[in-house]
């Protein structure tokens, strides 16, 4: 968590806030405004955002798909009860039921249809309306959750275990920690793959990019502390073990630990729920940079472009639908090297060889920034820089070991 937040904090802010001055400086979609900020080989930099993105959707929606399962294991039990002597725990079998084959694959695509249905609305009747109505969801129900999380017995020794650092862990870890921080980083923000870029598109002149970009920044980094908040009572309250990391952590801990507290169904309907809203928010985010291209640079019409998009996204997912060992390999790929590969590249052409426009573009809607503007730049330019190069070369060197190690097990078990 300490690596998580020093990488929003310290590497997230300066970042975002160059990804929002090319799109509004360009008013353009992500392929668009990064030819035409950066001209000549830039131009193929956008392109990379789609793909990332148009990656990044195809299993994060059929994690989408476990999500819409676990609410409505929440109703009826799903996850919850005694198993069989010598039988695996019964959150634990119905994750390995819900979360490959057809179950997975169905729901994965019922999760593409709701963010099908909402893109196609457009801008202002669907994803505006959504986010006004998803964003508000998540801080209440969340609200809810964690001051529930408080009254648990052991709630006192999760926050002592959550809040402070391990730094011994850390050191021990840092070459699977700090790339794993960066994609996460990244993804939570939506930077390295035109999203922010898309969105500050339709930013106003008079818009303060600072403000806009703290509130992003300090929003998901509440909300990321309060999931801790949450989770952790949950666990050690229920004696599991709170060192479980992926999908265990959430579709099978959280959920066991869920059917031994009171009122636990209920609680479990409103974590899911409220995971769900977040999922759909972040997809909607995802799938609006691909159509946004579609749309400028092909001159689809809306509707069109989200079906054709959404039925592409369905089918690249479908192979995670087969074992979970898939999720890996597509989220390595795109979170931890070609997300932080994006984000690299951009950094790049904005504070070293188009830093006059990108200094003009942020000192618009807040005044001139003197130092701050220089600071800004060498902050992105040399620390941001050089965390993004460790990050990607330790990301490689992880994809290749998963490569040669989990799935190629995976692969030789047929």
């Known amino acids: 968590m300490l690596m998580y937040l020093a990488f929003v904090v310290l590497i997230g802010f300066p970042a975002i806030l160059v990804e929002f001055v090319v799109g509004r400086r360009t008013e353009l979609n992500a392929v668009g405004a990064v030819r035409e900020f950066g001209g000549g080989v830039w131009r193929y930099l956008g392109g990379l955002f789609v793909l990332i993105g148009f990656i990044i959707l195809s299993y994060y929606s059929v994690i989408g798909g476990w999500v819409l399962q676990y609410v409505l294991g929440s109703v009826t039990g799903g996850y919850v009860g005694e198993a069989a002597e010598g039988a695996p725990p019964v959150a634990a079998q119905y994750f390995g039921e819900i979360s490959v084959g057809l179950d997975a694959l169905l729901f994965h695509g019922l999760f593409m249809l709701l963010v099908i249905g909402i893109v196609a609305f457009g801008v202002q009747r669907g994803i505006e309306l959504g986010v006004k109505v998803m964003v508000p969801a998540i801080i209440v129900i969340f609200g809810v959750l964690a001051a529930y999380a408080f009254t ?22 840092w070459r699977s920690i700090v790339p794993a921080a960066a994609g996460q980083g990244f993804f939570t923000l939506s930077l390295g793959m035109g999203v922010m870029i898309t969105y500050a598109s339709y930013l106003g002149e008079d818009q303060n990019l600072g403000i806009d970009g703290l509130s992003i920044v300090g929003f998901n980094t509440g909300i990321s502390i309060l999931t801790g908040l949450i989770v952790f009572p949950i666990l050690f309250t229920a004696g599991l073990d709170p060192e479980t990391s992926g999908p265990g952590a959430i579709f099978v801990s959280v959920a066991a630990a869920l059917g031994n507290l009171p009122f636990g169904r209920v609680v479990g309907l409103l974590f899911f729920t409220t995971v769900l809203i977040a999922a759909l928010s972040s997809a909607i985010s995802l799938i609006e940079v691909v159509v946004s291209f579609a749309i400028d640079e092909l001159q689809f019409d809306r509707t069109t472009i989200t079906l054709i998009v959404g039925a592409a996204v369905f089918l690249l997912g479908a192979p995670v639908t087969i074992d979970t060992t898939m999720v890996n390999l597509y989220d390595i790929l795109a979170a931890q090297i070609l997300l932080v590969l994006g984000g690299l590249l951009l950094m790049v052409l904005v504070t070293w060889i188009r830093a006059d426009q990108a200094l003009d573009e942020l000192e618009r809607g807040i005044g001139s920034l003197g130092a701050l503007g220089d600071l800004w730049l060498w902050l992105v330019r040399i620390p941001v820089v050089v965390v993004l190069l460790v990050s990607l070369y330790l990301g490689i060197t992880n994809y290749l070991t998963f490569l040669q190690g989990p799935f190629a097990e995976f692969l030789a078990s047929f």
């Open 152 to 173: 648990l017995s052991g709630a006192g020794e999760a926050y002592a275990y959550y809040l402070t650092p391990d730094i011994g862990y850390l050191l021990d870890n």
